[in-house]
T-cell receptor
């Protein structure tokens, strides 16, 4: 069975500093990995995905994520945080099975960027 | 523009009452999903459907029911058997086969028991 862990419930960072939101996964195969962001009272918005290819994936709003197969991690990063980045972030993993792809989500990490 | 629409945005339910949450998509996606989200928490899967006229229970299906009579629509009924229905409900859709792009989410329905 596939699973995703986001070990931090909350990450606090000062505006302008780099940020990292951690994600580790467990699948028995080659994973598809995703990051989504959720603002208050809104649905989840797609940020970026890793399917294959370069381990460093660039996405929306200046975010990027690095796929590390040996550490089974897919941490979300941004070089310089903005107050407007404050939101709930979800990592997700998918594995193709007989029914097609279906995502398993991590528990979410709240990012707080302080001015 | 293609997208996924949930309605209503806010819904109030009296004790013992059934209510239905609407989810419609015009993305031509085969699969649709319902999630429940409690304050500050993650997503819990209620039901999903990967093809018309077929659906599967997720992790917390008790007290909920769904139908998938049309590809575009996947309504969720919260029945009186659901003892704690106050939550934020999210609908999503995807193309589960071929080149997978992940899920597209609706903007959610906030259900409150009054």
């Amino acid at each position: 069975a596939q699973s995703v862990a986001q070990p931090e419930d909350q990450v606090n960072v000062a505006e302008g500093n780099p940020l990292t939101v951690k994600c580790t996964y467990s699948v028995s195969g080659n994973p598809y990995l995703f990051w989504y962001v959720q603002y208050p009272n809104r649905g989840l918005q797609f940020l970026l995905k890793y399917i294959t290819g370069d381990n460093l994936v660039k996405g929306s709003y200046g975010f990027e994520a690095e796929f590390n197969k040996s550490q089974t991690s897919f941490h979300l990063k941004k070089p310089s945080a903005l107050v407007s980045d404050s939101a709930l972030y979800f990592c997700a993993v998918s594995l193709l099975n007989n029914a097609g792809n279906m995502l398993t989500f991590g528990g979410g990490t709240r990012l707080m960027v302080k001015p | 523009d293609g997208g996924i629409t949930q309605s209503p945005k806010y819904l109030f339910r009296k004790e013992g009452q059934n209510v239905t949450l609407s989810c419609e998509q015009n993305l031509n996606h085969d699969a649709m999903y319902w999630y429940r989200q409690d304050p500050g928490q993650g997503l819990r899967l209620i039901y999903y459907s990967q093809i018309v006229n077929d659906f599967q229970k997720g992790d917390i299906a008790e007290g909920y029911s769904v139908s998938r009579e049309k590809k575009e629509s996947f309504p969720l009924t919260v029945t009186s058997a659901q003892k704690n229905p106050t939550a934020f409900y999210l609908c999503a859709s995807s193309i589960p086969t071929g080149r997978f792009y992940g899920y597209t989410f609706g903007s959610g329905t906030r259900l409150t028991v009054v």
